[in-house]
């Protein structure tokens, strides 16, 4: 049901937005693997992804995995903007944990 309830909850933010969703895997118990190829595989089973860019890239610094992603609708008119902006964010984060 969780799955779901995140569908959902994503369907209505859309709806009353034009967001973008960052995120960052939660890292403190070990699991950000395991949370990243899960919302993945969330995505990639949902039957409207088709309306949605998804960008997932892991950072591993000093034998540390980080995992963020971006998800946004791709009739958002900066969406070209905003995958230039999450790379740059990621390179950025690199940096700064080295």
Do not use: H
């Not at 709806?15 to 995505?43: H, T």
């Amino acid at each position: 049901m969780v799955r779901e309830t995140i569908w959902v909850i994503l369907e209505t933010f859309f709806l009353e937005n034009n967001p973008v969703i960052l995120y960052i895997c939660d890292m403190l118990d070990g699991k950000q693997a395991i949370r990243n190829r899960l919302f993945s595989m969330w995505y990639y089973e949902y039957g409207q992804r088709e309306s949605f860019t998804f960008l997932s890239t892991k950072v591993e610094v000093e034998s540390t995995d980080y995992y963020a992603s971006v998800l946004v609708k791709n009739s958002n008119p900066q969406l070209e903007d905003i995958k230039v902006s999450f790379n740059s964010f990621m390179e950025n984060m690199k940096e700064k944990l080295e």
